[in-house]
């Protein structure tokens, strides 16, 4: 092991469980500590010098940019099979697992959210597939994408999705626009799980939907483009918009049972955004190191000082520090609550953690892009990719806004209840007054007669 690539303190090298959050510690087991230090170790040790090399092969091959992946990605999902890195995500109930609790795997999520090309990987893979594609799914074969977003809607209300799907026979027909279909410029993307209108009369909004399998290669399907992020590309997966024109699939392929594509997509959020939230974790602390590095670099010096010796960047390091310490407990916290009491029942720790986990990565970033002044817009710093990539944290699975709004609401209900306490609270207080023969007055109440006032 070159230890270059792991000096992670001023002492040298200290693992990655020996680093795990004092708050979480007596939750992770041995196996998963030891499995914690062979993903950060990989992951500073392969991935992240991995990283310009990919966008180099990307380059090379500019025309097949959306094809099937680079050679170095291959090679590392070769050495991550190796290293029994695989699937680390898939849950204790799923058998080919490793068994890791949402929270190891959130600690694991953190360090893979540090390397480029692992950044912005699925997390979860619909663990509802029938196994005819989950199989190839974790072997890593073939990848699925989930198709919900639809340009002529605004999507993050999910009952706005109106892509068409009508019985015809034994078979669903679907009519319609998808984009933002992440992973679908891949030659590898092999299956689609479509949301759509089924039942649009249904007098429950929460059950017009219905989420369905579309094989990539269905006649009347068409990628017709990939979007791109703030100019980036994100090859070789890319995020097309896809028309559906007669598309024919067979009703076995509907995911739990018609109706029921609300379900479909709310078990798919709750462990995958904590996943993303501990990826972006793990997204600023690399943008943190590469701040540190700059305005420590005795070579930079700007009015006679390294840029460390001027407050305002030690002031921006501090808030940085705070910014990322502070949210990894909000989504260790949540990762527990999920492995106690399942995703339902915690989606205000969730939505706490998809929301501050999104600011916190945005600026770390943007702090360390100031510090490298023009070079941190440039392709020489992995920061402008991951600006990029942190702008969109904000919006994917739902923008701040609408989670935001949910946790008010939900919080705001408690109200009648709190109104109803205090108001309790001052009775008993009025009687407790009585019983010391009191009489309630308030100590600052002055009484001056307008005479006096006026001396
Ligand atoms: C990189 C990337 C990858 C993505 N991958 C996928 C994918 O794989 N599959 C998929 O289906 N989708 C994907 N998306 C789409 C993403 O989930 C949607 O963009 C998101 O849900 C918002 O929907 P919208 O774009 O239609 O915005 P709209 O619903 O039109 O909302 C626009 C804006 O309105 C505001 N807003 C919305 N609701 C409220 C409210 N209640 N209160 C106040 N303000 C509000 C917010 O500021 C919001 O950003 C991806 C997006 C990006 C950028």
Redesign the pocket.
């Given at each position: 092991m070159s230890a270059s690539c792991l000096i992670n303190s001023p002492n040298g090298y200290m693992p990655a469980s020996e680093r795990i959050p004092a708050i979480a510690r007596p939750f992770i087991s041995d196996g998963a500590k030891r499995t914690l230090d062979v993903v950060e170790e990989f992951v500073e040790e392969e991935c992240i010098p991995a990283d310009p090399i990919f966008e180099q092969q990307l380059g090379e091959g500019a025309r097949k940019r959306f094809s099937a992946d680079p050679p170095v990605m291959e090679d590392l999902k070769a050495k991550a099979k190796q290293l029994g890195l695989w699937n680390l995500f898939l849950p204790k109930s799923h058998a080919e697992g490793p068994g890791f609790s949402n929270l190891e795997y959130g600690l694991m999520a953190e360090y893979l959210g540090r390397a480029a090309l692992q950044a912005r990987q699925?997390t979860v893979p619909p663990l509802t597939l029938k196994s005819r594609w989950l199989t190839p799914l974790l072997n890593g074969e073939i990848r699925s994408?989930?198709?919900?977003?639809?340009p002529d809607?605004?999507?993050?209300?999910a009952t706005?999705i109106g892509l068409q799907m009508h019985k015809d026979g034994n078979d669903w027909v679907l009519n319609g626009q998808?984009?933002?279909?992440?992973?679908t410029g891949n030659i590898r993307c092999k299956i689609y799980l479509v949301?759509g209108k089924s039942d649009p009369l249904n007098s429950n909004k929460y059950k017009q939907h219905s989420v369905i399998l579309v094989p990539a290669n269905t006649p009347g399907l068409t990628v017709t483009r990939v979007?791109s992020?703030i100019g980036f590309d994100?090859a070789p997966e890319g995020?097309g918009q896809v028309t559906f024109d007669n598309v024919r699939v067979p009703a076995q392929n509907m995911i739990l049972g018609e109706g029921r594509g609300f379900e479909v997509v709310q078990g798919r959020l709750g462990p995958g955004r904590i996943h993303h939230a501990m990826r972006s974790i793990g997204g600023a602390e690399r943008a943190l190191e590469w701040f540190l590095s700059r305005i420590n670099d005795p070579a930079k010096k700007s009015f006679g000082r390294q840029l460390a010796e001027h407050g305002i960047m030690l002031e921006r390091v501090a808030q940085s520090r705070m910014e990322i310490d502070s949210p990894r407990l909000v989504v260790l916290n949540a990762a527990v609550m999920i492995d106690e009491l399942g995703g339902k029942r915690a989606l205000k720790e969730i939505a706490e953690a998809k929301v501050q986990t999104a600011s916190a990565l945005l600026n770390v970033v943007d702090r360390a892009i100031q510090a490298y002044g023009a070079a941190g817009v440039s392709q020489d710093t992995p920061l402008a990719s991951l600006w990029a990539?942190a702008r969109?944290m904000?919006?994917?699975?739902?923008?701040?806004?609408?989670h935001?709004?949910q946790l008010g609401r939900n919080e705001s209900k408690r109200g009648d209840t709190l109104q109803t306490r205090i108001e309790a609270q001052k009775a008993k207080a009025a009687q407790v007054f009585r019983g010391y023969n009191l009489k309630q007055s308030d100590n600052l109440e002055l009484n001056r007669t307008t005479a006096k006032a006026n001396l």
């Amino acid at each position: 092991m070159s230890a270059s690539c792991l000096i992670n303190s001023p002492n040298g090298y200290m693992p990655a469980s020996e680093r795990i959050p004092a708050i979480a510690r007596p939750f992770i087991s041995d196996g998963a500590k030891r499995t914690l230090d062979v993903v950060e170790e990989f992951v500073e040790e392969e991935c992240i010098p991995a990283d310009p090399i990919f966008e180099q092969q990307l380059g090379e091959g500019a025309r097949k940019r959306f094809s099937a992946d680079p050679p170095v990605m291959e090679d590392l999902k070769a050495k991550a099979k190796q290293l029994g890195l695989w699937n680390l995500f898939l849950p204790k109930s799923h058998a080919e697992g490793p068994g890791f609790s949402n929270l190891e795997y959130g600690l694991m999520a953190e360090y893979l959210g540090r390397a480029a090309l692992q950044a912005r990987q699925p997390t979860v893979p619909p663990l509802t597939l029938k196994s005819r594609w989950l199989t190839p799914l974790l072997n890593g074969e073939i990848r699925s994408a989930f198709l919900m977003t639809e340009p002529d809607v605004a999507s993050s209300d999910a009952t706005n999705i109106g892509l068409q799907m009508h019985k015809d026979g034994n078979d669903w027909v679907l009519n319609g626009q998808k984009w933002w279909s992440s992973g679908t410029g891949n030659i590898r993307c092999k299956i689609y799980l479509v949301m759509g209108k089924s039942d649009p009369l249904n007098s429950n909004k929460y059950k017009q939907h219905s989420v369905i399998l579309v094989p990539a290669n269905t006649p009347g399907l068409t990628v017709t483009r990939v979007l791109s992020v703030i100019g980036f590309d994100h090859a070789p997966e890319g995020h097309g918009q896809v028309t559906f024109d007669n598309v024919r699939v067979p009703a076995q392929n509907m995911i739990l049972g018609e109706g029921r594509g609300f379900e479909v997509v709310q078990g798919r959020l709750g462990p995958g955004r904590i996943h993303h939230a501990m990826r972006s974790i793990g997204g600023a602390e690399r943008a943190l190191e590469w701040f540190l590095s700059r305005i420590n670099d005795p070579a930079k010096k700007s009015f006679g000082r390294q840029l460390a010796e001027h407050g305002i960047m030690l002031e921006r390091v501090a808030q940085s520090r705070m910014e990322i310490d502070s949210p990894r407990l909000v989504v260790l916290n949540a990762a527990v609550m999920i492995d106690e009491l399942g995703g339902k029942r915690a989606l205000k720790e969730i939505a706490e953690a998809k929301v501050q986990t999104a600011s916190a990565l945005l600026n770390v970033v943007d702090r360390a892009i100031q510090a490298y002044g023009a070079a941190g817009v440039s392709q020489d710093t992995p920061l402008a990719s991951l600006w990029a990539h942190a702008r969109t944290m904000r919006i994917v699975d739902g923008p701040d806004e609408v989670h935001i709004l949910q946790l008010g609401r939900n919080e705001s209900k408690r109200g009648d209840t709190l109104q109803t306490r205090i108001e309790a609270q001052k009775a008993k207080a009025a009687q407790v007054f009585r019983g010391y023969n009191l009489k309630q007055s308030d100590n600052l109440e002055l009484n001056r007669t307008t005479a006096k006032a006026n001396l």
